[in-house]
């Protein structure tokens, strides 16, 4: 019967060509090697090398077994994956780093739906900027980053990038609002309520404004989202956010936005990034297919109109 051992030292002395350099990484001796080679052959009933002074070299039948051991180690390394994977799923752990935006429902809304098929998974959610949020990413802190216009870089795999352009946003019933669109000229004199300057929110907003040469009045800055949502609700104030921030809001008639007419925040994206050249936990891995998912869900879904109707 084939030995294990037996097959793997034959595949070794293969890829190195070598019996003593295969011996020495095994420190085993090579006339030891030399033995279970010959007893290979033996009950293949077939040569597996040609011996040289330069070496050793496969036979066609030698290289018809190596082909198929390597294969079989494969599917053996694919299995042992595949194991991994569904004991990570027990009690694995996921490893993001999310902006603010992403957290208020969209990021709790996958992770409870993920928790109810696997309710044994740990989340570890680290909360800050984009560039925060690539910096955890391609150090390996974080497996999964969930970035607003996430900075291209080679220590990142962008897997998915889901439009989100920047809207005028203010209380349901706030005149500014109550149109089909917004243009940047419209902020002139508008009292605004923005994110501080670790936000790409805020990068955004105010290279637009240089853009378009308009003057600010930045009124209220806070580096919490879900605060700046509040004043705006209660005053006279707007804000510029992407759809994913403010969704619940309008569909409960809270508040009230319309989109800007600009192409650097037309451009805007919410972006789903991994580490380049690292693998996933089994547990990342599952969750990043959840989170795709919902991504082309939110791609392919019909435009609604974004201001509040009234009720009633």
Not at 221 to 227: G, K, N, T
Not at 259 to 279: E, F, K, Q
Not at 297 to 303: E, T, Y
């Amino acid at each position: 019967m084939l030995q294990p051992h037996v097959l793997r030292h034959f595949a070794e002395v293969a890829r190195s060509g070598s019996l003593r350099v295969t011996a020495d990484q095994h420190e085993i001796a090579p006339s030891a090697l030399s033995r279970q080679i010959n007893q290979l052959e033996k009950f293949l009933d077939t040569k597996l090398f040609i011996r040289s002074a330069k070496g050793m070299h496969l036979t066609e039948v030698g290289k018809e077994l190596y082909i198929y051991i390597e294969e079989n180690n494969r599917n053996i390394d694919a299995l042992l994956q595949r194991i991994e994977d569904i004991d990570e799923l027990r009690h694995g752990a996921v490893r993001i780093a999310s902006v603010e935006g992403a957290t208020i429902s969209f990021l709790p809304d996958l992770m409870a739906r993920f928790s109810e098929g696997f309710p044994g998974i740990r989340f570890e959610v680290v909360v800050g900027g984009s560039n925060d949020v690539a910096d955890r990413v391609g150090s390996g802190d974080s497996e999964i980053g969930i970035a607003f216009n996430c900075p291209s870089r080679d220590d990142l795999v962008l897997r998915t990038r889901i439009p989100q352009p920047l809207h005028l946003v203010g209380h349901r019933h706030h005149p500014a609002v109550q149109k089909d669109l917004a243009a940047f000229s419209d902020l002139a004199g508008l009292r605004l309520a923005l994110p501080t300057r670790q936000f790409g929110i805020r990068r955004l907003v105010e290279q637009a404004l240089r853009l378009h040469q308009v003057e600010g009045h930045i009124a209220f800055e806070s580096d919490s989202l879900l605060l700046i949502k509040q004043i705006v609700s209660q005053t006279d104030m707007v804000t510029c956010l992407p759809e994913i921030v403010f969704e619940r809001e309008v569909s409960n008639h809270r508040l009230s936005a319309c989109p800007i007419t600009d192409r650097l925040c037309s451009a805007a994206s919410i972006d789903i990034v991994t580490p380049h050249g690292r693998a996933l936990s089994g547990a990342a891995r599952q969750f990043l297919g959840i989170l795709t998912d919902a991504a082309k869900d939110k791609i392919n879904r019909q435009p609604s109109g974004l201001r509040s109707p009234s009720p009633g």
